[in-house]
């Protein structure tokens, strides 16, 4: 991906900015100890014109992360969606992944950032197929990774850069070792979530997901789901997942902005059930592209038109 090929202008500190003079100072905070929050967005050409899904929420999220890092980001929700549709707006794009991010800037060194200056950046680009177009269509091969998701009691909850270098660790890995895909267990050995993706899994008819103290992201598209597929009329239950409940289940797929619905055919080199996307997952795709696109009237309240 280079998005400096595809977009013009960033949203830099309050004003859209030419893409190449959206730059920060080597001693930007963030930069040497991760002290940063962001999201991911993505706008759909919906019915009705170009809308963000769940956009405030994303918003809302970004100002909750920062609160737990005890970064004031001086925008209020309402301002960082206007940010957010005006840079899209400026790029001219129809669909788009958004981006934003609060760091701590200049004006503080070491470990107690008090003083440094909080920044705030919106990019927008085109982002394909997370995992692959193929991946969406046929399901991807995940691994379970020999590195654990964060532990809760180390960091809270939030989305913020620095923890994202144990994804990093999980994600070469799987991919090193010719997976699409690695899925993190938390300390006490149960699922946790994927390096940028929830999990989902379906045994006779039933949805599980693995609970928010399992020490995953609480994802927005995971709520989503949930959501329309309960009621669609599965049955959804948080639970705790183990290793071996995955080798058991009959479908798995993966959940984020930017994976949106992802099967996974095979886990562990075991096929997920007969090895085919299953109709729980093919459902969950279909209905979170007509949701995301305003094609159901329930939750066009989701969108925020650009
Ligand atoms: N868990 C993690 C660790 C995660 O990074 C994401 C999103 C999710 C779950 C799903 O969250 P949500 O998007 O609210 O449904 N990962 C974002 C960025 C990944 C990346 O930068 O690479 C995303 O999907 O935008």
């Known amino acids: 991906m280079a998005p400096m090929d595809v977009a013009k202008y960033v949203w830099l500190d309050g004003e859209l900015v030419a893409w190449e003079d959206a730059t920060v100072h080597v ?30 929420d994303h918003m809302k999220r970004l100002a909750k992360s920062a609160k737990s890092y005890h970064m004031d980001i001086p925008y209020t929700v309402t301002e960082m969606v206007d940010a957010a549709k005006q840079v899209v707006r400026a ?43 193929e991946g969406l269509a046929k399901g991807i091969r995940v691994k379970t990774s020999s590195w654990r998701r964060f532990s809760q009691d180390a ?13 990093i660790l999980a994600k070469r890995e799987a991919v090193t070792d010719g997976y699409d895909e690695a899925l993190m267990l938390n300390s006490g050995g149960n699922l946790a979530e994927g390096s940028g993706e929830n999990l989902f899994l379906v045994r006779d008819e039933v949805i599980y997901t693995p609970p928010l103290s399992a020490g995953c992201l609480e994802g927005i598209t995971r709520d989503s789901i949930m959501t329309l597929l309960s009621d669609d009329g599965y049955r959804v239950e948080e639970r705790v997942i183990s290793r071996s ?62």
């Open 27 to 56: 001693l930007t905070h963030a930069l040497h100890y991760g002290t940063g929050v962001f999201e991911g967005i993505r706008a759909y050409e919906a019915v009705g014109g170009t809308a963000g899904f769940r956009l405030t």
């Open 91 to 133: 790029n001219e794009f129809s669909s788009a992944y958004i981006r934003p991010i609060a760091f701590l800037g200049l004006g503080a060194l070491g470990l107690d950032p008090r003083n440094a200056q909080i920044q705030m950046a919106i990019i927008t680009w085109q982002w394909g197929a997370y995992l692959g177009e």
């Open 155 to 167: 960091f809270p909850n939030a989305k913020a850069t620095g923890t994202y270098i144990n994804s």
């Open 245 to 306: 409940d995955l080798y058991y289940s009959d479908e798995l797929f993966m959940t984020g902005t930017a994976a949106e619905v992802t099967p996974v055919r095979e886990v562990d080199n075991r096929p997920v059930g007969s090895g085919r996307v299953g109709p729980v997952t093919r459902r969950a795709q279909e209905i979170y592209a007509d949701a995301n696109t305003g094609k159901l009237d329930d939750y066009t309240h989701w969108l925020d038109y650009i």
